[in-house]
């Protein structure tokens, strides 16, 4: 019965590699969002999507690409990794709603050697 | 300046104490205001929300929002060492796509 799930949990690489996050929910909810929790544990969005169109983009690197096949799905693809991209990435879900709950996932922690 | 300020802690109690949490923001548009827990290694989970200013209560928890002064307060009494976590505030605008600004997070530690 998990809500939101990211795939995988943990990822250690070297820099200069490609490596993709994938997460999902089975809420029904029709917005997605990426965030990134640094080592100060500051939560920062980065992307959101709503039925699979990008509504927010903040401003992150172009090495940081989302797809979204579908609105239970949103996966993050990061380019050419570099040491400062180590931190949790986390991923929520929200009905459209004004009060915008959301629903976190239990984050992947991303260490780049 | 950060829109959202919160003081990381770490703040320590003992237990059956009453917690005050705070955060302070400055984007006048914000109409939502939330409390977020975090248990360590994961992810966030809604704890309480509030519109405009007011109180909202919820067994142990009680929320606060001043919008004169810009304040948000999170209170909880009789504390329990299960409500060591951190705590995120935070806020969001009305209307159309809106993105949700969170506090650093109060890392809050209940001594048995």
């Known amino acids: 019965d998990t809500a939101v799930s990211q795939t995988p949990k943990y990822l250690v690489t070297q820099m200069g590699n490609d490596k993709s996050i994938k997460c999902e929910q089975n809420?029904?909810?029709?917005?997605m969002y990426w965030y990134k929790q640094d080592s100060k544990k500051f939560l920062k969005i980065m992307f959101s999507?709503?039925?699979?169109?990008?509504?927010i983009n903040e401003t992150v690197p172009n090495r940081f690409s989302p797809k979204s096949p579908d609105k239970a799905h949103l996966n993050l693809h990061i380019n050419s990794l570099e040491l400062g991209d180590s931190a949790v990435y986390f991923c929520?879900?929200?009905?459209?709603?004004?009060?915008?709950?959301?629903?976190f996932g239990p984050g992947t922690r991303l260490t780049v050697l | 300046q950060k829109e959202v300020e919160q003081d990381p802690g770490p703040l320590s109690v003992p237990e059956g104490a009453i917690v005050s949490l705070n955060c302070t923001y400055s984007?006048?548009?914000?109409?939502?205001f939330m409390w977020y827990r975090q248990y360590s290694r994961k992810g966030p989970e809604l704890l309480m929300y509030?519109?405009?200013?007011g109180n909202k209560e919820d067994g142990r928890f009680t929320a606060q929002v001043d919008k004169s002064s810009k304040y948000i307060s999170l209170f909880i009494r009789d504390s329990q060492p299960s409500d060591s976590a951190t705590y995120l505030c935070a806020a969001l605008g009305a209307g159309g796509y809106q993105k949700v600004t969170f506090g650093i997070g109060t890392k809050l530690q209940v001594i048995p």
């Open positions: 929520a879900s929200s009905r459209l709603t004004a009060d915008n709950e959301q629903f």
């Open positions: 984007n006048s548009a914000f109409q939502y």
């Open positions: 509030t519109y405009s200013s």
């Open positions: 809420l029904g909810h029709d917005t």
């Open positions: 999507y709503n039925n699979k169109e990008l509504i």
